[in-house]
């Protein structure tokens, strides 16, 4: 069982940063590829970048691709999601997810464990 607290969410200016964290519990952190979701409302919960456990491979979505990095330290079990550019169509509620295996997962079913959200809103 993994628990996942997602934070660092909040309200900023088109162009400005942000770095999310998310803190996941358990002694196996390694073992878990990391995703990033975000759902903005009325559409679908969208993969917006995912790492592998030991941080060797990274995937994006084409739409974040050269403005979000994604990382982790293992020795904290936390996960970040760096985001500079910042759009306002990248306001949503952002969620962490985690699946045991050593590939990158790309759709929400593939994941078991998801947090509670966080909010981003960036406005123009």
């Known amino acids: 069982q993994v628990q996942l607290v997602e934070s660092g969410g909040g309200l900023v200016q088109a162009g400005e940063s942000l770095r999310l964290s998310c803190v996941a519990s358990?002694?196996?952190?390694?073992?878990?590829?990391m995703g990033w979701f975000r759902q903005a409302p009325g559409k679908e919960r969208d993969l917006v970048g995912a790492?592998?456990?030991?941080?060797?491979?990274?995937y994006y979505a084409d739409s974040v691709k050269g403005r979000f990095t994604i990382s982790r330290d293992n020795a904290k079990n936390t996960v970040y999601l760096q985001m500079s550019s910042l759009k306002p169509e990248d306001t949503a509620v952002y969620y962490c997810?985690?699946?045991?295996?050593?590939?990158?997962?790309?759709?929400?079913?593939?994941?078991?464990?998801w947090g509670q959200g966080t909010q981003v809103t960036v406005s123009s």
């Open positions: 997810a985690a699946e045991y295996g050593f590939y990158i997962r790309t759709s929400m079913a593939e994941y078991d464990y």
């Open positions: 358990g002694r196996t952190f390694t073992g878990y590829t």
């Open positions: 790492i592998t456990g030991n941080g060797h491979s990274t």
